[in-house]
């Protein structure tokens, strides 16, 4: 599979990283050259490539932002069409600006990254993990247990093609629904939100947010 990765920062190195050793094919764009990124290129080896961020995403099927959510505005709709987009963005006021509709509760950042992207297929993932583990607690549960990444999106076939993406990587994917109600169980101020959990206690948490329940716990003790 081809993946464009729009942001080299941890999440987006880390993310490369793993799609490389999965032998799919990366092209990493960040906000300068492409040629900044050349010793970053070379490590990752012959997977892996360099792009401007108009030129990355159509070299790919799927594309990962890893870019501060702030960024999103500047994103041109006519690029991501059709293409599975992963919003691996958080938003966080302070660094990004208010935005009322999040603010109040009444949209999730990644519907509106889908309402500036209305030919995307949007998907969120990746961004309730902390960088840091998402690049070293790959497999390190074992076949039997993992940790688990949450997943959200309204589009079944999209949605698949990234839960496979995140157990390719060595995570368990733990679907958490749709944009709306899933993605308001793990983004920032929730406690799904680096908890970093084991898949069985992840996916117990996320069936009892979905029902209305409390997804409460200590995120420090629960991954460890």
């Known amino acids: 599979m081809r993946i464009a ?3 080299a920062g941890n999440v987006g190195t880390a993310l490369a990283e793993h799609f490389t050793t999965a032998e799919h094919d990366v092209v990493l ?12 290129i070379e490590r990752l080896g012959a997977h892996a490539s360099a792009a401007d961020a108009e030129q990355a995403p159509a070299q790919a099927d799927v594309v990962v932002l890893a870019i501060p ?3 999103y505005e500047r994103l041109r709709p ?20 208010h935005r009322a509709e999040l603010d109040s509760g009444a949209l999730t950042s990644s519907e509106l990254v889908r309402r500036q992207l209305p ?12 960088a840091g583990h998402l ?6 549960g074992g076949a039997a247990r993992r940790y ?9 076939a999209a949605k698949r093609v990234v839960l496979d993406l995140v157990e390719r990587i060595g995570f368990e994917p733990v679907d958490a629904g749709g944009l709306a109600e899933g993605g308001r169980l793990f983004q920032p101020g929730t406690d799904l939100y680096l908890a970093d959990l084991p898949d069985d206690e992840l996916r117990a948490r996320v069936v009892a947010g979905s029902a209305g329940g409390s997804v409460a716990g200590s995120a420090a ?3 460890g």
């Open 5 to 7: 990765i729009l942001g």
């Open 29 to 40: 764009a960040n906000s300068r050259a492409p040629g900044t990124l050349g010793p970053l």
């Open 69 to 71: 959510f702030g960024a």
């Open 78 to 97: 006519d690029l991501f069409a059709g293409k599975i987009v992963v919003d691996a963005m958080n938003y966080y006021p302070e660094r990004d600006g």
């Open 119 to 130: 030919g995307a297929r949007v998907v969120k993932a990746f961004n309730a993990i902390r």
């Open 135 to 140: 690049r070293d607690l790959s497999r390190t």
């Open 148 to 156: 688990g990444i949450p997943v959200a999106g309204d589009e079944d």
């Open 221 to 223: 003790g629960s991954a």
